[in-house]
């Protein structure tokens, strides 16, 4: 089976401060991996996907993420963070255990202060 | 080009009652699938559908069931609502349902249900 755990629940910076948003995945093979944003009262919006090309992936609005196998780790980072970057943001897993329908994480508020 | 469209967006319907919702996927997308969203719960998959038939089913009783159309539109339905079934509905849609691994879902703005 596979799993995602999302470390914190709610993350605070700075404005211009460096976001580090948290992704632990289980899975017997190697996944496909997902980030996700939803800004209040809007569905989910693809931000970037690690799908076993380049191990560091970018994506939109400056995101990007770094595939770890050894850390079973899939962590989200912006340089800096922008007021308008406040939202849920959540992880994703799938295909592993011989399914494509993806797990998602239990989500990460960000929450940026001026 | 039209994104996922989700109908209605918001509802309020009284215990006991039944709502259904409409889900229209973006043009060449066959595979919809859709999620309940609770604060409590997070995303949970509600069920899969490609080409009018189910493919995968989550985990919710009998009472939460959906179908497919010809022109890949797909509608959920709740029968007997419960108070518990308050949440955000999702719908997500991809061009084939083994797509999402590689791909993602593209999703809906969502309908927002309230059971009073």
């Known amino acids: 089976a596979q799993s995602v755990t999302q470390l914190g629940s709610h993350v605070s910076v700075s404005e211009g401060a460096l976001v580090l948003l948290r992704c632990n995945y289980s899975?017997?093979?190697?996944?496909?991996l997902f980030w996700y944003v939803q800004y209040p009262n809007q569905g989910l919006q693809l931000l970037l996907k690690?799908?076993?090309?380049?191990?560091l992936v970018k994506g939109i609005n400056g995101f990007e993420a770094e595939f770890k196998k050894s850390e079973t780790s899939f962590h989200l980072t912006k340089p800096s963070a922008h007021m308008s970057d406040a939202a849920e943001y959540f992880c994703?897993?799938?295909?592993?255990?011989?399914?494509?329908?993806?797990?998602f994480g239990r989500g990460t508020s960000l929450i940026v202060h001026p | 080009k039209a994104g996922v469209t989700q109908t209605p967006r918001y509802l309020i319907k009284t215990r006991g009652q039944q709502v259904t919702l409409s889900c229209s996927p973006i043009?060449?997308?066959?595979?919809v699938s859709w999620y309940q969203q609770t604060p409590g719960q997070g995303l949970q998959f509600l069920f899969e559908?490609?080409?009018?038939?189910?493919?995968n089913k989550g985990n919710f009783p009998g009472r939460f069931s959906g179908r497919q159309f010809s022109n890949s539109r797909s509608e959920m339905n709740v029968s007997t609502l419960e108070l518990g079934d308050s949440a955000l509905y999702l719908c997500?849609?991809?061009?084939?349902?083994?797509?999402?691994?590689?791909?993602?879902?593209?999703f809906g703005s969502g309908t927002r249900l309230t059971v009073v």
């Open positions: 043009s060449g997308h066959r595979s």
């Open positions: 997500a849609s991809s061009p084939r349902p083994t797509t999402v691994s590689m791909y993602g879902y593209t």
């Open positions: 559908y490609f080409s009018e038939t189910q493919r």
């Open positions: 994703a897993v799938s295909g592993s255990g011989g399914s494509y329908i993806p797990t």
């Open positions: 690690y799908t076993s090309a380049a191990t």
């Open positions: 899975s017997s093979v190697p996944p496909y």
